[in-house]
């Protein structure tokens, strides 16, 4: 393929430690616009055949040096940049996401490896630490030297509402890769096209860099047994996952219930609320409202991060927040989803709010197809705590908000939320007080808390925290962005009275 051409033509094969392999069975992709094309569904031979590679390649790739990995992660990004413009159109083809959407994930993609490149450089991952020898001391103390050491081969599930950022070449590949470790990704059945497309380039910069072919393979998706054959193979040692609470909770189990358990990164799903208090719902309810419904619908609400539920209490103020909202959903047209299948799954959680006493509708819209309207709904504290269902993901553009009576029941029903990935606190001055007071419990229930903003949109840095308390995520523990996701896929090791030319080089 020419890597500078818009045009490119899927050949639907696995790429397996370095070869491109085809098999028997095949399914059809369901792209948004254009055409269709068959890819082969995976089997579990060839998971066997990818995971018996990665682990032949640990044994180079895990003892690389620093340069050595960063200039592989560098090479990837180079290799995706010169494919820029026939990436986007598969990828715009297959989500119908559009094409501005689909250029910036890719600088997402391609910054977050150059910045993990960087970030190993450093050193500082390593956590290193030194316990000089004390011999005179009784009893004796030995040298003690440790450093984290990466785990072995990971399996990295594609994720459906990023095609770039958080599949093929996305955050937990780079965090693996970084780490020292090869990848067998099991692709997405909704963009196997940019997932090929993608597997090209970083087999491409992997031959640049020399690199052992078992360090990267792609088993496409079109078979649930594939996931299954992959998290239970004995060779795989952890598992990277963005995905649906059902889906991810089952490989979880399977994870857990192995001969030898492994740790499994889920990144399931949240509601993300945002608590409105009262000083800046008096002096901007209205704007808050607008811009609610602005991160609301952004991307036809298929971002993790979509801040599903607002609270905010009775009175004229929140009346305001409401009618501003209600005005900028019912102005926002129909989007399309990623997936038909996901647009389903939006009309049935849709279709369990409107059958709700608990809830009032507030906009109800009709749906069909693959494209999804804006909806709202409003309850109030003491219905929310009683129907656990409220609390339940909708994936896209439905709106919960839940009524207030006073700062306590605030407080009250932010101890009643289950996990989540953020939590949001819209506050004035005059707020602080209540804010202080609600700080400690958000912080309970979330892996990041922010103030005076909305959470869609997840920068990758140093700082980030992409995860939170189950269900928002299977390890409180643990990022799934920025560098620390890297941590993840390393494990501490003591070196006890090594001597010097036998220890690792970065702790020499």
């Known amino acids: 393929m020419d890597g500078t051409a818009s045009a490119f033509t899927p050949h639907g094969k696995h790429l397996i430690a370095g070869d491109w392999v085809a098999t028997a069975q095949t399914f059809a992709s369901d792209p948004a616009t254009g055409s269709a094309h068959d890819f082969s569904v995976g089997t579990e031979a060839l998971v066997a055949q990818a995971c018996a590679a990665a682990e032949e ?8 040096s620093r340069a050595e990995r960063a200039q592989f992660l560098n090479t ?14 598969i990828g715009t083809s297959e989500t119908g996401l559009p094409e501005a959407r689909l250029n910036a994930e890719r600088g997402r993609t391609t910054g977050q490896l150059r910045l993990f ?24 103390r030995p040298e003690l030297r440790m450093i984290q050491r990466p785990i072995g081969p ?9 095609p770039l950022a958080f599949s093929t070449a996305g955050g937990d590949t780079a965090a693996a890769l970084a780490a020292g470790c090869p990848v067998v990704v099991k692709g997405h059945s909704a963009h196997p096209g ?28 079109g078979n649930r047994a594939v996931g299954a054959a992959l998290v239970t193979h004995p060779l795989i040692k952890a598992v990277g996952f963005t995905g649906s609470l059902g889906g991810g909770r089952a490989l979880f189990d399977l994870c857990a219930q192995r001969p030898e358990p492994i740790p499994f990164f889920g990144e399931l799903g949240s509601v993300n609320p945002m608590f409105v208090l009262p000083a800046a719902a008096a002096a901007r309810g209205a704007e808050i409202g607008t811009g609610w419904a602005g991160s609301l619908t952004m991307g036809a609400g298929q971002f993790c991060t979509n801040p599903g539920i607002a609270v905010i209490a009775k009175g004229p103020e929140g009346d305001a927040f409401v009618a501003a909202a209600k005005e900028a959903l019912s102005a926002t047209g129909a989007q399309v989803m990623l997936t038909a299948g996901i647009a389903k799954a939006y009309r049935d959680g849709q279709a369990r709010f409107e059958g709700r006493n608990a809830v009032t509708p507030l906009l109800s819209t009709e749906n069909e197809g693959r494209t999804a309207r804006p ?10 705590l009683q129907d656990h269902a ?40 005059a707020d602080k007080d209540l804010a202080r007071k609600l700080l400690p419990i958000l912080e309970r229930k979330a892996g990041r808390v922010l103030a005076n903003g909305f959470p869609t949109g997840v920068e990758v840095a140093d700082a980030m925290v992409h995860g939170g308390p189950y269900p928002a995520s299977t390890n409180f523990g643990a990022t799934s962005v920025g560098t620390l996701s890297i941590r993840r896929f390393l494990r501490p090791v003591c070196f006890q009275n090594i001597p010097q030319g036998v220890l690792p080089d970065d702790l020499e």
Not at 199 to 213: M, N, T
Not at 375 to 384: C, G, K, P, V
Request: hydrophobic share 45%.
């Open 57 to 64: 390649a640990f044994w180079s790739y895990a003892y690389t």
């Open 76 to 89: 990837i990004a180079d290799e995706i940049e010169a494919r820029a413009e026939a990436v986007t159109a």
């Open 117 to 140: 490149a960087e970030h190993i450089l450093k050193g500082d991952y390593l956590d290193i630490r030194v316990d000089a020898a004390v011999p005179d001391r009784t009893p004796p």
């Open 154 to 162: 990971v399996a990295v599930f594609g994720a459906s509402n990023f």
């Open 194 to 221: 940019t997932g090929e497309i993608i597997a090209e380039a970083i087999d491409a910069a992997r031959k640049k860099c020399g690199l052992h072919p078992g360090v990267f393979s792609l088993i496409q998706g």
């Open 375 to 384: 909806n709202l709904y409003e309850t109030d504290a003491d219905a929310y």
């Open 390 to 429: 409220l609390g339940e993901e909708v994936f896209g553009p439905l709106g919960l908000i839940v009524r207030i009576s006073d700062p306590e029941e605030m407080l009250g029903l932010a101890r009643g939320f289950e996990g989540q990935l953020t939590t949001t606190i819209q506050m004035d001055d």
